[in-house]
């Protein structure tokens, strides 16, 4: 059983209701995990309220210090870490690795966090007068993520709010809920206090406790769009600062001077990837009408040398997370048919090295798809490549442009003004030029555009320290007797 991490210690709740963990790779349920209740929830909250006093007031120096222990750990440790990403959610383990290596780099930003929260001074603005202004913590701040990521999501956020002194209750995914709990036991044994970092487990009523209880000072979520929207409304209309960061479809944009055999490496490698469950994933390869046969001869060629199987097997691409996506995905091939698309590369039964019970599908192309198509406008999230054809930039620009989601997209060419057109025209959060997934190192901010985020606040990077802490700005006279007398206007400066 997977238990809640509440208060430092592994804790069970009251709640009887609980849910399975697979093994994707095995199509067996190897544990279950604990569903909370509304009192479970507030049980982590209340621990986090404790614990913040003592850790808001504990010396840049000592939180510091934690955090350089929290990284050395968990640099040291990685291997034990992939080894639970791969069972629970079936990624590869060199994938589960580079997802660890990304959480890392933000573990690190963390280390670094004076910088980014010394706030500001101005000396004299009138006559013996300063202002400065101070960036305090939050306070108790929750943190909900998506089964994909389960140990880089939460990464993402837990680090930068712990490091600026607020307290954490991190709700993981409950698909794949065994790191978070891990991560939590790791950063005790680097010195963390207890109640600092809280973990409970659930569905949604574990969501909606969270989103209403009057203490938790912000919501940091990641998951799917629709998810993503009710959070920011539910947890704006409860007062709260929220990040909620949604679904993708990301394109990318093929120029006729682009190397294709380059782009067809991206391409694969990007769209085929962690099974295509990134929200970084290329779904949909845009391209110029002149090259795209021979870019769909390259892609395919290289998909054949691709294995699918079991993540502890050196295979390219691991299963998806539960049998009733696997089916979910394997349904748009039957929509492309019916929408005339044509099915270049069919992974419905792929040749699998790995167990046959798996929730197996193979990488997947598909061509010719009209954007009018499912298989076009929704986010499949799996290795399903759909390929578009466009005459030219201008059109390739409006197709993306007029896309609801804005998270990443890619350009490849050879030609720089065409890139820097790009760059400025195209309405998405992340841009590659030449790089199909532009996730942004750990000291710049991860966000999307349009669907792919709701609220104003970009994940870490300078947006992050913003987001988890609150600014005060202190306008500051030391007496002495010319600064006597009553004056009721508003004060001004000489
Ligand atoms: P999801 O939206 O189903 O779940 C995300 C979280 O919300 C989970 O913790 C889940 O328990 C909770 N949740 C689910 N249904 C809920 C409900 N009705 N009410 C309240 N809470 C609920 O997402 P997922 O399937 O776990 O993750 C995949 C999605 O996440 C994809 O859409 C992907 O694009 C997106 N994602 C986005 C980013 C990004 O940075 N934009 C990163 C990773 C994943």
Same mark, same amino acid.
Request: glycine share 10%; net charge negative; hydrophobic share 40%.
């Given at each position: 059983?997977? #238990? =809640?991490?509440?208060?430092? *210690?592994? /804790?069970? &709740?009251?709640?009887? @209701?609980?849910?399975? $963990?697979?093994?994707? !790779?095995?199509?067996?349920?190897?544990?279950?995990?604990?569903?909370?209740?509304?009192?479970?929830?507030?049980?982590?909250?209340?621990?986090?309220?404790?614990?913040?006093?003592?850790?808001?007031?504990?010396?840049?120096?000592?939180?510091?210090?934690?955090?350089?222990?929290?990284?050395?750990?968990?640099?040291?440790?990685?291997?034990?870490?992939?080894?639970?990403?791969?069972? #629970? =959610?079936?990624?590869?383990? *060199?994938? /589960?690795? &580079?997802?660890?290596? @990304?959480?890392?780099? $933000?573990?690190?930003? !963390?280390?670094?966090?004076?910088?980014?929260?010394?706030?500001?001074?101005?000396?004299?603005?009138?006559?013996?007068?300063?202002?400065?202004?101070?960036?305090?913590?939050?306070?108790?701040?929750?943190?909900?993520?998506?089964?994909?990521?389960?140990?880089?999501?939460?990464?993402?956020?837990?680090?930068?709010?712990?490091?600026?002194?607020?307290?954490?209750?991190?709700?993981?995914?409950?698909?794949?809920?065994? *790191?978070?709990?891990?991560?939590?036991?790791?950063?005790?044994?680097?010195?963390?206090?207890?109640?600092?970092?809280?973990?409970?487990?659930?569905?949604?009523?574990?969501?909606?406790?969270?989103?209403?209880?009057?203490?938790?000072?912000?919501?940091?979520?990641?998951?799917?769009?629709?998810?993503?929207?009710?959070?920011?409304?539910?947890?704006?209309?409860?007062?709260?600062?929220?990040?909620?960061?949604?679904?993708?479809?990301?394109?990318?944009?093929?120029?006729?001077?682009?190397?294709?055999?380059?782009? *067809?490496?991206?391409?694969?490698?990007?769209?085929?990837?962690?099974?295509?469950?990134?929200?970084?994933?290329?779904?949909?390869?845009?391209?110029?009408?002149?090259?795209?046969?021979?870019?769909?001869?390259?892609?395919?060629?290289?998909?054949?040398?691709?294995?699918?199987?079991?993540?502890?097997?050196?295979?390219?691409?691991?299963?998806?997370?539960?049998?009733?996506?696997?089916?979910?995905?394997?349904?748009?091939?039957?929509?492309?048919?019916?929408?005339?698309?044509?099915?270049?590369?069919?992974?419905?039964?792929?040749?699998?090295?790995?167990?046959?019970?798996?929730?197996?599908?193979?990488?997947?192309?598909?061509?010719?798809?009209?954007?009018?198509?499912?298989?076009?406008?929704?986010?499949?999230?799996?290795?399903?490549?759909?390929?578009?054809?466009?005459?030219?930039?201008?059109?390739?620009?409006?197709?993306?442009?007029?896309?609801?989601?804005?998270?990443?997209?890619?350009?490849?060419?050879?030609?720089?003004?065409?890139?820097?057109?790009?760059?400025?025209?195209?309405?998405?959060?992340?841009?590659?030029?030449?790089?199909?997934?532009?996730?942004?190192?750990?000291?710049?901010?991860?966000?999307?555009?349009?669907?792919?985020?709701?609220?104003?606040?970009?994940?870490?990077?300078?947006?992050?320290?913003?987001?988890?802490?609150?600014?005060?700005?202190?306008?500051?006279?030391?007496?002495?007797?010319?600064?006597?007398?009553?004056?009721?206007?508003?004060?001004?400066?000489?």
């Amino acid at each position: 059983m997977v #238990e =809640h991490w509440i208060d430092g *210690a592994p /804790a069970s &709740g009251a709640s009887e @209701r609980t849910g399975p $963990v697979y093994n994707p !790779a095995h199509g067996i349920e190897q544990r279950r995990v604990r569903f909370a209740s509304t009192e479970d929830v507030d049980l982590a909250v209340e621990a986090a309220a404790r614990a913040f006093p003592a850790w808001r007031d504990a010396s840049i120096a000592k939180r510091q210090q934690i955090m350089f222990r929290f990284r050395e750990l968990l640099a040291s440790r990685t291997d034990e870490l992939a080894a639970i990403l791969t069972s #629970e =959610h079936g990624k590869v383990t *060199a994938d /589960a690795l &580079g997802e660890i290596a @990304r959480g890392l780099e $933000v573990v690190e930003l !963390a280390c670094g966090m004076p910088a980014y929260t010394k706030g500001e001074y101005s000396e004299n603005v009138s006559t013996g007068i300063d202002v400065y202004s101070l960036r305090q913590p939050l306070g108790v701040v929750g943190v909900i993520s998506p089964f994909n990521f389960p140990a880089m999501v939460p990464l993402w956020f837990f680090p930068l709010a712990i490091a600026t002194g607020n307290t954490v209750v991190l709700k993981p995914s409950e698909k794949d809920p065994s *790191a978070s709990v891990w991560l939590a036991r790791l950063f005790q044994e680097a010195g963390l206090p207890d109640g600092v970092f809280n973990v409970v487990h659930g569905d949604k009523v574990a969501v909606d406790a969270l989103l209403e209880h009057p203490t938790v000072r912000s919501i940091s979520f990641v998951g799917s769009t629709p998810i993503a929207r009710y959070i920011y409304a539910t947890a704006t209309a409860n007062g709260k600062r929220v990040q909620a960061l949604g679904g993708a479809k990301n394109h990318m944009l093929v120029l006729p001077d682009a190397d294709l055999d380059l782009a *067809a490496d991206a391409a694969v490698n990007a769209g085929f990837g962690s099974a295509g469950e990134r929200c970084m994933a290329i779904s949909a390869v845009v391209a110029v009408d002149s090259i795209a046969d021979e870019l769909v001869a390259k892609i395919s060629e290289r998909m054949s040398r691709l294995v699918t199987g079991d993540g502890t097997r050196g295979c390219d691409m691991g299963p998806l997370i539960t049998r009733e996506h696997r089916d979910k995905v394997a349904g748009y091939l039957d929509v492309a048919g019916a929408d005339g698309a044509s099915v270049v590369v069919d992974g419905r039964d792929p040749d699998v090295n790995g167990e046959p019970d798996g929730f197996w599908m193979g990488p997947t192309l598909i061509d010719h798809v009209p954007t009018s198509s499912a298989v076009y406008r929704d986010e499949i999230f799996g290795p399903v490549l759909s390929v578009v054809r466009v005459d030219g930039y201008e059109d390739g620009v409006d197709l993306i442009n007029s896309s609801r989601y804005g998270n990443g997209t890619a350009i490849f060419t050879n030609d720089g003004g065409a890139a820097r057109r790009f760059q400025r025209e195209v309405t998405v959060g992340m841009i590659g030029i030449n790089v199909p997934i532009p996730v942004p190192v750990a000291y710049h901010s991860f966000g999307g555009w349009k669907d792919s985020l709701f609220g104003d606040a970009k994940a870490y990077g300078p947006r992050g320290f913003d987001f988890f802490t609150q600014e005060k700005a202190i306008t500051s006279r030391w007496l002495d007797p010319s600064h006597g007398g009553l004056n009721l206007g508003f004060p001004q400066h000489d």
